[in-house]
T-cell receptor, first 114, second 115 residues
């Protein structure tokens, strides 16, 4: 039962353009969402998060959008840089079952082409 | 300020042996979490510990797996009598004291291979 889904296993984007990574979830109790970036042989690195009381959060080149009615969130990276090439994981948690218990998607491999 | 440290980075065990994975949280952090990532899957929560206490082990397999976070020293994830299906990357994360809602910071992981 995959509660957090990243349906695109991979994405290629030209340097300087926008990268849009998508994530869908099924559990309406989720109220906190995060994006992590992971390079090979390293642990996930926190990028950005959003609480369910917001619909947008921005940090530099990274913006996360949350659409609660559609149970969908997306990560926008603009402009994309070659160093952004990595696997991106979406994660969610629910305060009712433990905000610390992150449920991860299977990841999207982003490749930024120079 | 060192991040979350895990060792060993790679561990090879034969079926039936024991595996011990260590995690030292970031300085000042007192919450530790363990996750497992099987091939082609996302990370899955296993256990949440504070010093000398297991807070939530709902993601731990019922047998052969145990975790501890002693007063002194690193957190240990122990897998007894390993089987091939235990082969995975095991990640530890930590967060500051005071709230389990703070963002978790992950270590580099231990890749366990069971022959």
């Amino acid at each position: 039962d995959q509660q957090v889904k990243q349906n695109s296993p991979s994405l290629s984007v030209q340097e300087g353009r926008i990268s849009i990574l998508n994530c869908d979830y099924t559990n309406s109790m989720f109220d906190y969402f995060l994006w992590y970036k992971k390079y090979p042989a390293e642990g996930p690195t926190f990028l950005i998060s959003i609480s369910s009381i917001k619909d947008k959060n921005e940090d530099g080149r990274f913006t996360v959008f949350l659409n609660k009615s559609a149970k969908h969130l997306s990560l926008h990276i603009v402009p994309s840089q070659p160093g952004d090439s990595a696997v991106y994981f979406c994660a969610a948690s629910a305060g009712t079952s433990g905000t610390y218990k992150y449920i991860f998607g299977t990841g999207t491999r982003l490749k930024v082409l120079a | 300020n060192a991040g979350v440290m895990q060792n060993p980075r790679h561990l090879v065990r034969r079926r039936g042996q024991e595996a011990r994975l260590r995690c030292s949280p970031m300085k000042g952090h007192s919450h530790v979490y363990w996750y497992r990532q099987l091939p082609e899957e996302g990370l899955k929560f296993m256990v949440y510990l504070q010093k000398e206490n297991i807070i939530d082990e709902s993601g731990m397999p019922k047998e052969r797996f145990s975790a501890e976070f002693p007063k002194e020293g690193p957190s240990i994830l122990r897998i007894q009598q390993v089987v091939r299906g235990d082969s995975a990357a095991y990640f530890c994360a930590s967060s500051p004291p005071g709230s389990s809602t703070d963002t978790q910071y992950f270590g580099p992981g231990t890749r366990l291979t069971v022959l």
